[in-house]
């Protein structure tokens, strides 16, 4: 994959980018209300989304608390991992892009309607047919989304994902196979970009890294590549029939400071 654009600088060469850590940002910070937390580790719930987040990723302990917070041998995706501890088991990983909005032109687009719960099972459908990324019966809790109807029938969507301190994700950007090549994700993520905008924020998004047509799609309306990210699915530690004093597991998680 070639880009034309050097990566996005962060504020100070030797502090981390809140960027580098977004999802555990958000579950801290705007998505708060949304979390499951037990101490340094945080999730969303199922139905939600699927993202699970870690204060520290090289900090034992927030690998003990993420143990906790979804049982034994349970199998859940984690983002800013590079490795995991022992005990801990890779099912699976992938390598993505993350790219900001430096030169993107924001626009209300005039023909896109704002998308709440009654239109979920429509959404559902089109995310299942053009499989932009992961998206649940309450996605659209996380923010505002926003789609393009033709004849009534949902044909382009785009809205809004996580959310750290200052910074909002742009995701689910899909447009039906029958109706591409007229600029209606453009369209969708400009008008999208343009409310993230309204409230002080600045948009984000991320992409397979082996999606280059998508990327240069980005690149091209104003997105800049900041860094190159791993998604990695963990099992963790134990039987998945037993806690850790040997009942069988709730799954629920607690609070713990």
């Given at each position: 994959m070639s880009t034309s654009v050097h990566p996005a600088p962060s504020p100070s060469p030797t502090a981390p980018h809140i960027l580098d850590n977004a999802a555990w940002a958000a579950l801290t910070g705007p998505h708060a209300h949304l979390a499951e937390r037990l101490g340094r580790a945080a999730r969303y719930p199922a139905d939600v989304s699927p993202f699970t987040a870690l204060a520290?990723?090289?900090?034992?302990?927030?690998?003990?608390?993420?143990?906790?917070?979804?049982?034994?041998?349970?199998?859940?995706?984690?983002?800013?991992?590079?490795?995991?501890?022992?005990?801990?088991?890779?099912?699976?990983?992938?390598?993505?892009?993350?790219?900001?909005?430096?030169?993107?032109?924001?626009?209300?687009?005039?023909?896109?309607?704002?998308?709440?719960?009654?239109?979920?099972?429509?959404?559902?459908?089109?995310?299942?047919?053009?499989?932009?990324?992961?998206?649940?019966?309450?996605?659209?809790?996380?923010?505002?989304?926003?789609?393009?109807?033709?004849?009534?029938?949902?044909?382009?969507l785009a809205g809004e994902r996580l959310r750290p301190p200052g910074w909002t994700e742009i995701s689910a950007v899909c447009t039906h196979p029958d109706h591409r090549g007229q600029g209606l994700a453009t369209r969708l993520v400009r008008a999208v970009g343009a409310g993230i905008r309204d409230r002080g924020d600045i948009p984000f998004l991320h992409a397979a890294a082996d999606n280059t047509n998508a990327?240069?799609?980005?690149?091209?309306?104003?997105?800049?590549?900041?860094?190159?990210?791993?998604?990695?699915?963990?099992?963790?530690?134990?039987d998945p029939r037993k806690t850790r004093n040997g009942h069988e597991g709730s799954g629920k998680p607690e609070e713990k400071a």
């Amino acid at each position: 994959m070639s880009t034309s654009v050097h990566p996005a600088p962060s504020p100070s060469p030797t502090a981390p980018h809140i960027l580098d850590n977004a999802a555990w940002a958000a579950l801290t910070g705007p998505h708060a209300h949304l979390a499951e937390r037990l101490g340094r580790a945080a999730r969303y719930p199922a139905d939600v989304s699927p993202f699970t987040a870690l204060a520290d990723p090289a900090d034992p302990r927030s690998w003990a608390d993420l143990a906790e917070l979804v049982g034994p041998g349970a199998v859940t995706p984690v983002t800013a991992v590079q490795t995991v501890p022992d005990g801990w088991t890779t099912e699976q990983s992938g390598y993505g892009v993350q790219l900001v909005a430096t030169g993107l032109d924001t626009a209300p687009a005039p023909e896109a309607i704002p998308l709440g719960p009654a239109d979920v099972p429509e959404m559902l459908d089109l995310i299942a047919l053009t499989r932009p990324g992961p998206f649940l019966p309450r996605t659209v809790e996380l923010g505002t989304y926003l789609g393009i109807r033709k004849d009534g029938r949902l044909i382009a969507l785009a809205g809004e994902r996580l959310r750290p301190p200052g910074w909002t994700e742009i995701s689910a950007v899909c447009t039906h196979p029958d109706h591409r090549g007229q600029g209606l994700a453009t369209r969708l993520v400009r008008a999208v970009g343009a409310g993230i905008r309204d409230r002080g924020d600045i948009p984000f998004l991320h992409a397979a890294a082996d999606n280059t047509n998508a990327i240069r799609l980005y690149e091209s309306i104003g997105f800049t590549l900041r860094r190159r990210t791993r998604f990695v699915l963990v099992r963790s530690p134990g039987d998945p029939r037993k806690t850790r004093n040997g009942h069988e597991g709730s799954g629920k998680p607690e609070e713990k400071a």
